[in-house]
């Protein structure tokens, strides 16, 4: 028997065509990925039966399903599937925005172990949440987390079953990697931290009859965030004073080529922070925004990603 190591275990996915059911002889897509948590669920209920000896009678599982997610390091094309999924849309002349679409996918973990490996498959996962974190002197990172049905265990690869090595592309850097950020009404802002979230409020639906969820559903999507800036003026700290909305815009990747561009033409700052909190620092400004309906792209948030020429 051979103890399981994480630095050897394979994380692989594949899209589903009805949700909770992996596809027969599936073609998998193997994940690049800094760490995960997906794991199978059971609520259970412990026995009210009263007993003269003071025992418990039993522990029953009452409800099931899957969740976790994964982190990553942002690099082009890895991730497209997922921005696809998070956002609820479709890739469109490679630019996605968040719609109504639903996506599930089938996860499979193996753990190498030797002459027999173990593998653990989450099915029906739709995607909950999306966050790029970018800080400066750092990597491009992000986390995605799912909700799902079910799933089960095995000690054999499905039959058929075949793995696609995930794409090479560089991990995408903060700094050199990182341009033409833009907020109206805020005169070359010099970033020094952005946090993005896309949440789409998920819930596992029950029935009686099923220990697992029967459906997964979907409430509104609330796309949030931070950005840090050197304080240089008033001019941001006024957007929030005022209630002004403003947009977002910034570019991740190569100078020309292997780009995303991130764009939420429509925000408010919900709150403004510029404190003096000890000598020798520099002053920022923390600016939390939430992300509203914009009717020139007819949704919240655009991602668009531009290819090699």
């Known amino acids: 028997m051979t103890i399981a190591e994480s630095s050897q275990t394979r994380v692989a996915y594949i899209r589903e065509a009805t949700p909770g059911v992996t596809p027969a002889t599936p073609a998998f897509k193997e994940l690049r990925y800094t760490g995960e948590s997906f794991k199978h669920d059971r609520q259970n209920t412990t026995s009210n039966e009263m007993r003269p000896d003071r025992n418990v009678t039993d522990l029953t599982q009452t409800a099931g399903g899957a969740s976790g997610g994964f982190n990553f390091e942002l690099s082009y094309e890895a991730f497209d599937d997922f921005f696809e999924a998070a956002l609820c849309g479709a890739w469109a002349t490679n630019k996605v925005i968040n719609g109504t ?133 008033k001019e941001a700290y006024d957007l929030f004073l005022n209630g002004t909305a403003a947009d977002l815009t910034f570019t991740l990747g190569g100078e020309d080529e292997l780009q995303y561009i991130f764009n939420i033409p429509k925000l408010k700052f919900s709150d403004a922070d510029v404190p003096a909190s000890g000598n020798d620092q520099d002053i920022v400004i923390t600016l939390p925004f939430q992300g509203l309906y914009d009717a020139g792209i007819g949704a919240t948030i655009e991602i668009e990603r531009v290819p090699a020429a």
């Open 101 to 233: 679409a639903k996506y599930t996918h089938t996860f499979e973990k193996t753990y190498e172990q030797g002459a027999t490996d173990t593998y653990l498959r989450y099915t029906g996962m739709e995607a909950g949440t999306l966050s790029i974190r970018l800080e400066a002197g750092g990597l491009a990172t992000g986390s995605l987390s799912f909700t799902g049905l079910g799933g089960s265990s095995d000690d054999a690869p499905i039959t058929g079953a075949t793995y696609a090595d995930a794409p090479t592309n560089e991990v995408m850097s903060a700094g050199f990697d990182f341009a033409d950020l833009a907020i109206t009404g805020v005169t070359s802002p010099k970033v020094t931290r952005i946090e993005l979230q896309i949440a789409n409020n998920m819930r596992q639906q029950r029935a009686l009859g099923s220990v697992n969820a029967v459906g997964i559903g979907k409430g509104r999507c609330v796309v949030t965030g931070t950005a840090t800036l050197y304080f240089e003026n």
